[in-house]
């Protein structure tokens, strides 16, 4: 599995972004997906999720602000992400976890967010 990220970038606190991850493999539908994010000195945490079936999963910090999106046809997961606050300030991750139990991760994406 190979994920490629895109969008991010820097919003002022209250703002909106987007990111993207694009991926390949044929058995892309059956793969959890999911959003990360990390700070400097800061495990890597996990915001959100969404199975094949469309079950997802969100972190109390980003619920009611953040949705998480795929489309299976594309093999395509994205983050819309409202309301922004300086403390969403991080690089995010996409990653899809195989059936098998595999963990592929995307190269990261900034966003900023400024007070």
């Known amino acids: 599995v190979q994920l490629v990220e895109s969008g991010g970038g820097v919003v002022q606190a209250g703002g909106s972004l987007r990111v993207s991850c694009a991926g390949s493999?044929?058995?892309?539908?059956?793969?959890?997906m999911g959003w990360y994010r990390q700070t400097p000195g800061k495990q890597r945490e996990l915001v959100t999720s969404v199975t094949g079936s469309g079950t997802t999963n969100y972190a109390d910090s980003v619920k009611g602000r953040f949705t998480i999106s795929r489309d299976n046809n594309k093999t395509t997961v994205s983050l819309q992400m409202n309301s922004l606050k300086p403390e969403d300030t991080a690089v995010y991750f996409c990653?899809?976890?195989?059936?098998?139990?595999?963990?592929?991760w995307g190269q990261g994406a900034q966003v900023t967010v400024s007070s």
């Open positions: 493999g044929s058995i892309w539908s059956r793969n959890v």
């Open positions: 990653a899809a976890v195989t059936p098998n139990g595999l963990t592929f």
